[in-house]
């Protein structure tokens, strides 16, 4: 059974920054792509950023120059690195991990920008 666990989240004034862990039980290699995903209280859930097996990477018009995704294989980990946060990052965030025909989510972590 696969297990994603977020972790980073928390409270960081706009400007600031977070780093969310994504620990991933077994092997990452197994995944076509992992992303981030986000969802605002009484908004759609959206991509944030992902890395494919391949090392695409692709990332939201919105994140992008501030935010970057990184995956370190020999410790099934993926990461999100938050820069230059603002008040509109606020969400739970979401790690998930895909495969052609399914996807796997973690349970989320709050990130809020608020001074």
């Known amino acids: 059974q696969v297990r994603l666990v977020e972790s980073g989240g928390g409270l960081v004034q706009p400007g600031g920054s977070l780093r969310l862990s994504c620990a991933v039980s077994?092997?990452?290699?197994?995944?076509?792509?992992m992303g981030w995903f986000r969802q605002a209280p009484g908004e759609q859930r959206e991509l944030v950023a992902s890395?494919?097996?391949?090392?695409?990477?692709n990332y939201a018009d919105s994140v992008k120059g501030r935010f970057t995704i990184s995956a370190e294989n020999a410790k099934n980990m993926v990461y999100l690195q938050m820069n230059s946060l603002k008040t509109e990052d606020t969400a739970v965030y979401y790690c998930?991990?895909?495969?052609?025909?399914?996807?796997?989510w973690g349970q989320g972590t709050q990130v809020t920008v608020s001074s």
């Open positions: 890395i494919s097996d391949t090392g695409t990477i």
């Open positions: 077994g092997s990452i290699l197994r995944f076509t792509t």
């Open positions: 998930r991990a895909s495969r052609p025909n399914f996807n796997y």
